[in-house]
């Protein structure tokens, strides 16, 4: 079957909505003013909703299974809902939320991030503001965030740069974190290891806990912001930058 393609004028600023199942979902963010919305199964009136506001609505078709690929304007605010389908969001969006059972997701850019998923990884590239991840046994990477809420269960946690604060909490995952700001810092975990990275020269007030080995703290404290982390069993380090 040939691939279907459907173009809309966007209207003021654009929000996105897209929904499958099973099929691969990508958005790629560029300068241009319209929707071009292309899929390998049929667009029909049935399958996207546009309404005055700029919210556009689109559902995969064959039962969910078609791939759904959207060119869309800067800034878009992107919605997507799947159960298996690998999302990838590409270019500089708005506000993202992404809702998925295993698929994995990928986002390159945007002001503020929420994605979820049971068993899927995650990979945030750069957000501007909030970074929330939640996701069961997949990984949970950020490259750099404001502030950064994620948790996971086994999956491994890497936040590379966090200007604000954070809340990371796993049960077994190792979970590093590179603090860039005076953000207070909070993580939670029952046997993964935790190694949290302080701008050199700031004084974090530390309050390192663990039942089992002695956390390591190789920074000068003092009140700048307060870095708390719990552990039963796993490996605590706080250590300047290099």
Do not use: Y
Request: with cysteine.
């Amino acid at each position: 079957m040939s691939n279907q393609s459907v173009r809309l004028l966007a209207s003021g600023h654009a929000e996105l909505h897209l929904a499958t199942r099973s099929g691969r979902v990508a958005v790629e963010a560029e300068e241009r003013s319209d929707l071009l919305i292309e899929s390998d199964a049929p667009l029909g009136d049935d399958r996207i909703e546009a309404d005055a506001t700029g919210c556009v609505s689109v559902k995969s078709g064959r039962g969910g299974s078609g791939w759904l690929e959207v060119r869309c304007p800067i800034g878009t605010d992107v919605v997507v809902g799947t159960v298996s389908g690998k999302v990838e969001l590409r270019g500089q969006l708005g506000a993202v939320r992404v809702t998925t059972v295993s698929g994995s997701a990928q986002v390159e850019r945007a002001e503020h991030v929420d994605v979820r998923s049971v068993a899927g990884s995650i990979e945030i590239g750069r957000c501007a503001g909030r970074c929330r991840i939640q996701t069961a046994s997949g990984r949970a990477v950020c490259g750099s965030a404001g502030d950064a809420r994620v948790s996971t269960m086994s999956g491994q946690i890497r936040l590379d740069e966090v200007t604000g604060s954070v809340k990371a909490q796993s049960a077994s995952g190792q979970i590093e974190v590179g603090a860039r700001g005076k953000g207070d810092v909070d993580v939670q975990t029952m046997s993964g290891s935790v190694r949290v990275q302080v701008p050199r020269g700031l004084r974090p007030s530390a309050r390192l806990r663990s039942w089992v080995g002695t956390p390591r703290c190789d920074c000068d404290q003092g009140d700048d912001f307060e870095i708390a982390v719990n552990s039963l069993s796993g490996k605590i380090e706080v250590v300047p930058t290099s």
